[in-house]
């Protein structure tokens, strides 16, 4: 007589494999979710800072000097900056519905985006010393404030009045 030996797996051992990788799935598939869900915050916060950048630009390219009155503006609301013509026309600037190009026309695609900009004098600035000090009141501290939702993102830059003593 032969013993005849078998094939195949149990009932029991299926379902404990089934079980254990059920469990081991599951697993991967929590850690999946939590990446897929967040994976579009650097891309978020890329587009934050690409819209910090281009406003701290324009600020920073205008007259130092005013040469004309300020504008008016009414914060919340998208200004037209094509009438700003020195820096602290800038400051102030809200904006609550999203940002706008420099005509004050919304951008739809940045519509989740607000900025909000303030220009002060730079305190201690104002007494760097060196080859020729800077005078008080010729240093300016901007500071561009982009926010999404939740998140914000500030960014900080100064501007001096290189062409102060100058002649005309």
């Known amino acids: 007589m032969s013993i005849k030996r078998q094939d195949g797996m149990t009932m029991i051992e299926l379902i404990m494999a089934i079980v254990i ?3 081991g799935i599951a697993g991967v598939l ?3 979710t939590t990446v897929v869900k967040s994976s579009a915050d650097p891309m978020i916060r890329k587009q934050m800072l690409a819209i910090a950048e281009g406003m701290m630009e324009e600020i920073t390219l205008q007259s130092f000097a005013a040469t ?3 504008p008016s503006i009414t914060p919340g609301a998208c200004p037209d900056r094509g ?6 026309d800038y400051h102030g600037m809200q904006t609550a ?3 706008c190009d420099t005509a004050g026309t919304p951008i739809p695609d940045l519509a989740a985006y607000n900025v909000a900009v303030a220009v002060n004098p730079a305190g201690g600035l104002n007494t760097v010393a060196g080859s020729g000090s800077i005078a008080g009141g010729n240093v300016l501290q901007i500071t561009v ?3 999404h939702g939740a998140e914000s993102l500030e960014l900080v830059g ?3 009045n290189y062409a102060a003593g100058l002649p005309n």
């Open 21 to 23: 990788l059920g469990v």
């Open 30 to 32: 929590s850690a999946f």
């Open 68 to 70: 004309a009155p300020a």
């Open 83 to 88: 009438t700003f013509n020195d820096i602290r």
């Open 97 to 99: 519905s999203g940002f």
């Open 145 to 147: 404030t982009v926010t």
């Open 158 to 160: 100064w501007r001096t």
